[in-house]
Structures are given as structure tokens and as C-alpha cells.
């Protein structure tokens, strides 16, 4: 157990230096896989407590437009930017979860899909505040290296990935759960939905849009189109999806596996539009093969070899007490 | 404990409870019969906190209930199961029983927790299957689980919603020997149920509810004697229905 820890920790250490050795190429990947891990850890906390979104790119988009904003108005720099990002997340987030008050499953994915379209035609309509259809750059003098970027990055993937860990051994966790089972019976035991609704939802919004806000100081431009993207939303759910939904290590697995499979599809077919279409193709016969995502596939899997073969340590400690 | 006076509840143009004044005493097992529809689960629903009254006032240790929030009702110490059971089922048995335990009162923490739901499964029995997806239950199971979590809140005021429905007999038997050690155990019930033969064992004092009002209320035996209940509920004398099983 403690072994496993250390492990983990030195992973952790190491994927945050990895910018330092690795050739500058790795950038981008490391950028791409970080953003997405945070994004999956953001979108499973939310699921985790049955609240399906439909529109994590409203997150990503506000953080990305809060960043960007602070830094070309106020001079604001890289690490000071991403406290508004991460604010207007938790607090758009708190909101939503007043206005949607107990709507879930399908009504609460379809008032999210709607935000983040929403915003996007705001962005769009208010160029004078956002730089509207025409987009704007980031202020270039402000601008910190694609290393330090990338290193904070896997920095902040990290400490999401903790702080979903640290909430899993929490009261917190319970409450979620037993939301997404049955609201109506969580109530009778003492749980203020819309206390832990309104919490669950800030935190995965703060998540999503620190996200958002730096990967703004790494692509450097931010239009509606690309701040309120619907992929993001996608990529948001697929990652833990495919990793394991309702798991720690699904969002993580997921966020390598479809970046890796995204990698191998364009290096190996080659073609632009039909690696993407094998890539989807991958994608959707995973789903349908492993419902439970790959983390959860392979639980079950060890769980059943464990249990038809009697010669394996932990099941002969089991029967002989 | 438990005042309910001149309680209404109207869905349209349907009067589901209809001023109805019923009290429920310390250390009481009170039974509630009545025949389908007459809004027993109503009623329930009403002490709660999922409806709030039409009319009429709820008192629990003498504070005012009616249009608390159903989590806040929990907190003073009532606590309920449901007709249909519904356990988490994506949690183990043992997690189910600790939600019970964490929210029912502040400053409750993981450890302490684990230890109460552990005992409220094994009042219940079903410690052994701490473990187990509560989803992966017998149906007994589920609904001693449900009365595990319910015990988990440490209510002064338990609520019951025809725990025995679609039971078989040696459930039911076990269930009732259940019910007596929780209320031997100073928690005051009370029980809504179909089974007549159940009430009349278990309950005290009994309540029979027709469209939502009282028919007649006293002892279990006098309450089978009476021949409005008779008519309404049973239909003909027990002994004659004992005659035809």
C-alpha cells in the first residue's frame, strides 16, 4: 500500500519535470494529455454525484476568456490569471446549480449543453468586451514558455487528481453517491442536495476552467468558436467514459488512452480525415465493448481470475481461515 | 411525540388527507391500517416533508414540522422507509448503512460512522453481507437494509411504509421479531401495513384511515371487532377470511 503511494507520488514528480528533459515536441502532448485529465476529473466529480454535463466547454471557455482577459486588460500575468479562471468556473458553477435545481440526468445535460451555447453567442455578440467572431491573441510580452506552461499543466493535473483522491476518503463522497443512486432516499438520511450539488458543481467548474485558462497561454488565440467548442464537451465525457466512469483512475486512464489512440490513428493511417474517422470508429467499439471503461473492465476481470483459480495466494488465505 | 392536527392535503380536486388529527405517544408502536388509496403513504409523505400540507399543522417534541425540508426532518430524529425499497444500489451494503450515519447529525466522521452502520447491520442481520452491492440483494435483504440505514440515523421516530409487503412468511416472521427488539430498543414506531395479522401482533395502538380521515382508532382487538372497519377494510370478520386460508 505505502509502496504503491511512493510510486504514485514519483510519477506524479516526474511527469511535472518531463517538460525539462523531454525535446519540445513533447509539449504539446504533455499539454494535451494534462488539459484533458483535468477536464475528465472535472466532468467524473460531477457525474459521480449524477449530474451528467453536456457542457464542460462552457467552463473551459469562461476560464480561457477570464485568463485572457485579465492579462490583455490588467497586464495580469501567467500564474495571477489563472485565479479568475478558476473563480469565474466555481462561481458560473454554483449558479448553474441554483438555476437547475433538481434537474438531472437528461434535463440537467440539456440546460448545460445550453449554457455553453449560450456563452458562445454572447462571446460572439459582445466584440467590444471579448474580441467577438474575430477573435484576439493573448498579449505576447506576457506570455510564459510552452515548457513552463506544460510543466503547469501536469502540475495542476496532478493536484486534481489529488484532490479527487482526497474527496473519495470523504463524507462528501458518500453524499454524491448516494445523490446518484436516489436523491429522494439521500434526503430522508439527512443530505441537503443542493448544498452538495451546489459544492460537487464548483469544484468540477473551478476544475474545468483552470483548464481552460492555461490553455489559453499556450494556444495564444481565443475565439467563441474555439472557446465554447462542443469538442471539448465531448472530449470531456469520452475520457472517463473510456477510462472508467465513477472511478479515480478511470478520468486518468482515459485521458492518456484517447490522446494515445488519437496519436497512433493520425501517425498511422496518415490520411487527416480518415484517421479521425478510424479514431472514432476505436472509440465507439471500446464503449460498446467495455461499458464499465477500461479501469472498470479490468477490475472485473482480475476480480473473476482471482475467483476461478484456487491456486492464487489471496483466495487459498480466504478459505482457510 | 408526534401531533398531526387537522392535517389536509389536496391534489386537485382530490382530498387525500382530510383533516385529520392523529397524535403518536412516546415508546408507542402505533399500527395504521386502512384500505388502498385511503393515504396512508400520503400521510407518510406529509411528516416527512416530501408534500407540504394543505392545511393543517405537524408537531414533533413539541417544534413545528410542517414545510421542513425532508433532510431537515431527519436531523430532529424522524426516520422512514419506503413502500418500495430503495436502497444506493451502486454501493456495498456497508456504504448504504454509513450514509445513514454521516449526515444525520453534524460532526460525524468516517470511523465513527463505519462503527454505527455496522451495528444497525447487525440488529438486522445482515452484517455478513457488508461487502455486497446493496443492488445485488434479495428483496428481504434490501428491505432489512433499508431499516439498517433508516437505524443508522439513530431516530427517535421511525416511520414504516409496508416493510412486509410481498415478503414471504419466514421474512415476515423474522422481520416482526426485528421490529420488536427496535422498538424494545426506545424507538418509537410507526407502522403503516397491509397485513392485519402484523399489526395486531406488533402494534399497540391501532389507526384505521378511510379517504383520508379517521375511521376508528383503539386496540388491535377491539379495532377488528368494529364493524365499520369490518365493512371497509376487511371486508368480512378475521375469523371468517382465517376460515377460508
Known amino acids: 500500500m505505502q509502496a504503491r503511494f511512493v510510486i504514485y507520488a514519483l510519477l506524479a514528480i516526474a511527469a511535472i519535470l518531463l517538460p525539462l528533459v523531454a525535446p519540445p515536441v513533447m509539449n504539446n502532448l504533455i499539454l494535451r494529455v494534462g488539459s484533458l485529465m483535468i477536464l475528465a476529473i472535472s466532468w467524473n466529480l460531477a457525474a459521480n454525484a449524477g449530474l451528467i454535463s453536456l457542457g464542460h466547454s462552457a467552463f473551459w471557455g469562461l476560464g480561457s476568456y477570464a485568463a485572457l482577459l485579465v492579462a490583455n486588460r490588467l497586464g495580469w500575468p501567467f500564474f495571477a490569471s489563472l485565479i479568475p479562471a478558476m473563480l469565474i468556473g466555481a462561481i458560473s458553477a454554483a449558479a448553474i446549480a441554483v438555476i437547475t435545481g433538481r434537474l438531472r440526468g437528461i434535463f440537467f445535460a440539456i440546460a448545460m449543453l445550453a449554457l455553453s451555447e449560450g456563452l458562445r453567442v454572447i462571446a460572439v455578440m459582445t466584440p467590444e468586451f471579448t474580441g467577438g467572431g474575430a477573435g484576439v491573441f493573448i498579449d505576447q510580452a506576457l506570455r510564459p514558455s510552452t515548457q513552463t506552461v506544460a510543466m503547469v499543466t501536469a502540475a495542476c493535473a496532478v493536484g486534481c487528481a489529488i484532490i479527487a483522491y482526497w474527496i473519495s476518503l470523504t463524507p462528501f463522497h458518500y453524499a454524491c453517491r448516494a445523490m446518484r443512486n436516489n436523491e429522494n432516499a439521500a434526503e430522508m438520511l439527512g443530505i441537503n442536495p443542493l448544498r452538495f450539488r451546489i459544492a460537487v458543481l464548483s469544484l468540477s467548474g473551478a476544475m474545468a476552467s483552470l483548464a481552460g485558462g492555461v490553455n489559453i497561454w499556450y494556444s495564444g488565440f481565443l475565439d467563441p468558436a474555439i472557446g465554447f467548442d462542443l469538442h471539448v464537451t465531448i472530449l470531456a465525457q469520452i475520457a472517463p467514459i473510456l477510462g472508467g466512469i465513477h472511478t479515480l483512475a478511470g478520468p486518468i486512464i482515459g485521458a492518456f488512452a484517447t490522446i494515445g489512440l488519437s496519436e497512433v490513428t493520425r501517425v498511422m493511417v496518415g490520411e487527416q480525415g480518415f484517421s479521425l474517422l478510424v479514431y472514432g470508429v476505436i472509440l465507439v467499439f471500446s464503449i460498446l465493448c467495455m461499458p464499465k471503461g477500461i479501469y472498470g473492465t479490468w477490475l472485473t476481470w482480475s476480480q473473476r481470475k482471482r475467483q476461478t483459480t484456487p491456486t492464487a495466494p489471496s483466495a487459498t488465505k480466504a478459505a482457510t481461515p | ?245
Open chain 2, 1 to 245: 411525540m408526534l401531533d398531526i392536527q387537522n392535517l389536509s392535503k389536496r391534489f386537485g380536486g382530490l382530498l387525500a388527507i382530510n383533516d385529520l388529527t392523529v397524535s403518536v405517544k412516546k415508546d408507542q408502536f402505533l399500527g395504521v391500517i386502512g384500505p388502498n388509496g385511503a393515504g396512508k403513504t400520503t400521510l407518510l409523505n406529509l411528516i416527512t416533508g416530501y408534500y407540504r400540507p394543505s392545511q393543517g399543522k405537524i408537531f414533533f417534541e413539541g417544534e413545528r414540522i410542517d414545510g421542513k425540508r425532508p433532510y431537515e426532518i431527519c436531523r430532529l430524529g424522524i426516520a422512514r422507509t419506503f413502500q418500495v425499497v430503495q436502497p444506493f444500489p451502486e454501493m456495498s451494503v456497508l456504504d448504504n448503512a454509513m450514509t445513514g450515519a454521516l449526515f444525520s447529525r453534524d460532526g460525524m466522521t468516517i470511523r465513527k460512522a463505519r462503527d454505527r452502520a455496522m451495528e444497525a447491520l447487525e440488529m438486522v442481520d445482515i452484517a455478513h453481507q457488508a461487502d455486497v452491492m446493496a443492488g445485488a440483494l434479495t428483496l428481504g435483504a434490501k428491505k432489512k437494509l433499508e431499516l439498517a440505514r433508516a437505524l443508522a440515523t439513530k431516530p427517535r421516530l421511525l416511520l414504516l411504509d409496508e416493510v412486509m409487503a410481498g415478503s414471504p412468511q419466514s421474512d415476515i416472521d423474522e422481520l416482526m421479531e426485528l421490529l420488536k427488539r427496535i422498538h424494545a430498543n426506545g424507538v418509537t414506531i410507526l407502522m403503516i401495513e397491509h397485513l392485519v395479522h402484523v399489526i395486531i401482533a406488533l402494534a399497540q395502538h391501532v389507526f384505521v384511515l378511510n379517504f383520508g380521515q379517521e375511521l376508528f382508532q383503539g386496540k388491535p382487538d377491539d379495532v377488528i371487532a368494529h364493524p365499520e372497519v369490518i365493512e371497509s377494510y376487511l371486508g368480512k370478520p378475521l375469523e371468517a377470511l382465517d376460515a377460508e386460508a
